[in-house]
């Protein structure tokens, strides 16, 4: 701190001839030549000034004229953009209503191939099942018929002796030799 209070007494002994700096003292300075500095920098400041706020206003122009321009642009970037939504809204609408009928067709169709299938397969249902009954009927009809010959073979060896097996074989000779002299 010393050298601070040190350095500003040294500034008051400096001489300040020859160098260039501003008097502080009001009553000391010539109000003469400050009204002439004053008026050299008010009348040749006004013309830079005119000229920095002139500039200053054209580029603050050219800048709101180039935001409306951009304004507009977007305004209309975002009218033709709601234009392709709205557009886009509708074919998705129709695509919707179409895919719904769509799949309504499809469903209708199918619940007619289904119905379409399922008939026919009761119709082979029955038909595999009337098939089985008419096989198992005649499987039945031939084994009674074996059953029936089987029996009646018994009952014919038992009863049969050689000499009525003899007379009946001679009876469908005769027989044979009656159709065979019919026929000719």
Not at 35 to 56: A, M, P, S, W
Not at 95 to 114: A, C, F, P
Not at 154 to 164: A, D, F, R, V
Request: charged share 25%.
């Amino acid at each position: 701190m010393k050298n601070v209070t040190d350095f500003c007494v040294s500034l008051g002994y400096w001489p300040s001839a020859g160098s260039f700096g501003f008097n502080t003292d009001i009553l000391a300075t010539n109000p003469i030549n400050l009204t002439v500095v004053l008026g050299v920098l008010i009348f040749f400041g006004k013309g830079v000034l005119n000229d920095l706020l002139d500039n200053r206003k054209q580029r603050i122009l050219s800048t709101i004229r180039n935001s409306e321009e951009l304004r507009k642009g977007a305004i209309e970037q975002l009218e033709r953009a709601r234009a392709r939504l709205r557009k886009v809204e509708i074919e998705a609408d129709e695509y919707r209503m179409n895919g719904y009928s769509d799949i309504e067709r499809e469903k209708v169709n199918l619940i007619n191939v289904t119905s379409e299938s399922l008939e026919r397969l009761e119709n082979y249902k029955n038909e595999t099942l009337h098939f089985e009954q008419q096989r198992a009927i005649n499987q039945v009809r031939q084994r009674v018929f074996q059953q029936a010959l089987q029996r009646a073979l018994g009952t014919l060896n038992s009863c049969l002796n050689n000499e009525l097996h003899l007379r009946t074989i001679s009876a469908n000779i005769n027989t044979l030799g009656a159709m065979e002299k019919i026929t000719d």
